[in-house]
């Protein structure tokens, strides 16, 4: 019996990393949003793709210990390698394999203004496979994107939130999304992410954003069936740019309804 050829169309890509704020004051705080996005046909399996982030040790510090989050407790922060010039932060897939075709969970980390500049601080996310990965990426191997952050001397107000409220509730069958947005003037879509766990979420379906009033108010609704179900938004700029809503459950339970016989 012959050996079962292995897996080997992954492409992993650094898709975004994006500031909470473009701006922050010495000494505040902002959140630095990661994803990563698997454009293959295969998985990628799990402990074999690492992302690395750079970033100003001048003008930017992290936070002891360093505030790391990831909604789908896929990824792993492996620690900081700095110096004087700059903070080198590496990541790894450790908590399950990425998918093919799909965003993954976003992660997330601090960073905190350390000196004042009048020039654009650089971040920069690269990724790639690590050198024992049996996989092979086939053209996205050392992608790289990056983002600019401004260091002020006085705090800088945060962004308004764009989407607040956001909720699901059941409905027989079907979950019921709903949320709401301070203004649609920077939206342009909303896509909804389902999944039975809050690991793998895929696509589902998508709402155009309006450009009306303020204060408008979105929904969907989501055959589920029996069970329990996950639900966030991934919200889509009109430059391109996207953010991911906070993640929310739901159990539905089909109602029979038994035939009336007379």
């Known amino acids: 019996m012959g050996l079962q050829a292995q897996c080997i169309e992954v492409d992993l890509q650094a898709v975004s990393i994006d500031p909470g704020h473009t701006s922050i004051g010495k000494g505040q705080t902002t959140t630095i949003t990661i994803a990563m996005k698997n454009h293959g046909t295969c998985p990628i399996l799990t402990g074999e793709a690492t992302a690395q982030v750079t970033l100003s040790a001048v003008y930017l510090d992290l936070g002891t210990p360093i505030n790391f989050s990831d909604n789908c407790k896929q990824w792993t922060y492996l620690g ?20 093919a075709g799909g965003t993954t969970c976003s992660f997330h980390f601090d960073v905190k203004g350390k000196a004042v500049t009048n020039a654009p601080v650089a971040i920069t996310l690269a990724s790639s496979l690590s050198a024992t990965a049996k996989t092979a990426d086939v053209n996205g191997n050392n992608q790289s994107v990056s983002t600019e952050l401004y260091v002020s001397a006085t705090a800088v107000p945060p962004p308004p939130e764009l989407v607040t409220d956001f909720n699901v509730t059941a409905k027989e069958c079907d979950a019921i999304l709903k949320w709401k947005v301070s203004s649609a003037s920077p939206i342009d879509s909303f ?7 809050e690991s793998q979420m895929t696509k589902v379906g998508a709402v155009a954003a309006k450009t009306t009033a303020d204060g408008l108010t979105f929904d969907y609704s989501h055959y589920q069936g029996i069970g329990r179900g996950y639900y966030r938004l991934k919200i889509i700029n009109k430059n391109g740019k996207f953010s991911f809503s906070k993640i929310e459950n739901i159990d539905t339970k089909c109602i029979i309804k038994k035939g009336f016989t007379p």
Request: aromatic fraction near 12%; proline fraction near 4%; avoid cysteine.
């Open 80 to 99: 900081a390698v700095s110096n004087a010039k700059q903070h080198n932060l590496f990541f790894r897939n450790d908590g399950g394999s990425i998918p």
């Open 191 to 197: 896509e909804i992410e389902y999944g039975t766990n």
